[in-house]
């Protein structure tokens, strides 16, 4: 068997483990986030012993859970199947009582719980579980630990000796890191605390796009301006509205919705601007429309672009003049009222099709705001999903407790082309088809899945791929020449000698791509390969 400095291409002197731990030590040193070497770390030491399996788990002080946080040997899956109670199992154990443990047969005994499912691959072998406490300051801030197949007799003394010192060394880093991590976390809450201390209480959202949102809507919220709010569908545009109305002098008064492209056009006027009793077919009763009961208070108009053009010049009215009339009413009605209005399309166009009138677009554009989409504003993914878990956990009845980092990586590369709607029906959707508590990247839909996630990665190496890719190409372009290989190299731009070699390299036969002078008829149309 290779030693550790055979391996790793090192001379060493005698048995030593300085070589493993300079090594070490220089990843720790040369890393700006711990996490990113753990996986190193423990390859070294797995290859150092000779061990199947490593893991290293991390306790998380806020809820006092271990997760694997450095692994060598599982699988991404396997890993987040790794979460432990201070007490839970072998690894929980230890962080308990902050002292080591040697399960010198897995399958003799039953605290081993093997969330990781390990499976033991050699006959007449039995399978040792080492784990070590992680500790500094006198505090258990996590384990590191191997499985390892050996046999009777087998003594665990050094493994567990050089355990124990791989661990020490990764504590001080961690404290270190942790302190360091602490300092600037507080000096960023501090700095949040100025930045977005304007943030409304009914948004979730960081990010710096979403801050200089706040700062508009701070700046025309005391304000009785008209604003329209744009933004691609789903990205919260109601919650923009009631936010401005929330923080404006009108909070008291009454915030009605309308979504104008939800209305039948033969109803919309009826529904905005009301009716008297008999001034239609089924009219049985005076009927306040939408504006009157906004007196006072704030409408939001939403998918302003879906009115239809009658009704926009009624709308035009009410901007300019704030009265209207009832269907079937002589009475002027005066109203104070604001008018938020918020659309997904773009406005522009339908000017240009005569589809919105220019003098209305003008009335309601004072005060824009724009809102950026969810793909432009991925940092805030992890606290809206947070949100939403929250949300659908008191809604349903549930118990999610988290969601996996694998889950997370699929929604950060995800475009999100419905935004935070199409963001909230997925997590709603995960956490129903979570059978642990935990939302896994198995629990997502097949829209957001990657090759590694869906288990559908390309199995071949790239030389395999790019020759299939080259024999089809070949075939492609046999047929287009009908078989003439002069034609088909000078088509692809080579040589008709390296087309030659690529044809019998793939075993084409050239001959099935002919066609004869006379084919199968004389008369048969010249340009038809039958």
Request: proline share 3%; with cysteine.
């Amino acid at each position: 068997m290779l030693s550790y400095c055979e391996k790793m291409g090192r001379e060493c002197y005698g048995k030593s483990e300085l070589p493993l731990l300079f090594d070490i030590s220089i990843l720790l040193n040369n890393s700006r986030e711990i996490k990113d070497v753990l996986n190193p770390i423990l390859e070294r030491v797995c290859t150092y012993i000779d061990a199947e399996r490593g893991l290293i788990t991390i306790l998380n002080r806020n809820n006092s859970v271990l997760t694997i946080e450095g692994y060598y040997g599982l699988s991404p899956e396997e890993k987040d199947n790794g979460t432990y109670k201070i007490g839970e199992g072998i690894i929980g154990e230890v962080v308990r009582t902050g002292t080591s443990m040697v399960i010198p047969d897995i399958d003799d005994d039953k605290r081993f719980l093997n969330k990781t499912k390990f499976k033991k691959e050699v006959a007449n072998y039995k399978v040792a579980f080492i784990c070590v406490p992680v500790i500094t300051n006198k505090e258990t801030i996590g384990t590191i630990s191997i499985h390892r197949t050996h046999r009777l007799n087998y003594s665990f003394a050094s493994d567990e000796k050089l355990l124990s010192i791989v661990g020490s060394i990764i504590a001080q880093a961690i404290r270190s890191q942790q302190d360091k991590l602490e300092e600037i976390q507080k000096l960023r809450n501090e700095n949040d605390a100025l930045k977005f201390s304007n943030r409304p209480q009914n948004i979730i959202g960081n990010s710096g796009k979403m801050h200089e949102v706040y700062e508009l809507i701070k700046s025309v919220s005391a304000t009785s301006a008209t604003v329209l709010i744009r933004g691609e569908s789903g990205v919260g545009k109601e919650m923009i509205a009631e936010a401005i109305h929330n923080a404006s002098p009108r909070k008291g008064h009454a915030f009605i919705k309308v979504n104008c492209s939800a209305l039948p056009e033969n109803l919309i006027e009826s529904e905005l601007f009301g009716h008297e009793k008999g001034s239609f077919t089924g009219a049985s009763e005076m009927h306040k429309g939408r504006f009157e009961l906004a007196n006072d208070g704030t409408i939001f108009l939403d998918e302003i672009g879906d009115l239809p053009l009658t009704t926009q010049v009624k709308l035009l009215r009410v901007l300019q003049q704030r009265e209207f009339e009832r269907i079937g009413g002589t009475k002027t009605i005066k109203v104070d009222v604001r008018i938020i209005a918020a659309t997904n399309r773009i406005l522009e166009d339908l000017m240009g099709k005569n589809l919105f009138r220019d003098d209305l677009y003008y009335r309601i554009n004072v005060f824009p705001i724009f809102i950026p989409p969810l793909r432009e504003r991925k940092n805030d993914i992890s606290g809206l999903v947070d949100f939403f878990i929250e949300k659908y956990n008191r809604i349903h009845g549930l118990n999610i407790k988290r969601i996996s980092s694998s889950a997370i990586d699929l929604l950060m590369l995800y475009h999100w082309p419905g935004n935070i709607r199409e963001l909230e029906n997925c997590i709603e959707r995960a956490m129903i088809l979570s059978l642990d508590g935990v939302i896994r990247s198995s629990n997502l839909p097949p829209t957001l899945q990657t090759a590694e996630s869906s288990d559908t990665r390309y199995k071949g190496t790239l030389h395999i791929a790019l020759g299939q890719v080259e024999k089809q190409m070949i075939i492609d372009t046999m047929i287009i020449t009908r078989g003439n290989v002069s034609q088909a190299a000078e088509i692809m731009g080579i040589t008709e000698r390296i087309l030659g070699l690529r044809i019998r390299k793939y075993k084409i036969d050239a001959k099935r791509y002919k066609i004869l002078e006379y084919g199968r008829g004389q008369n048969q149309d010249k340009d038809c390969p039958y």
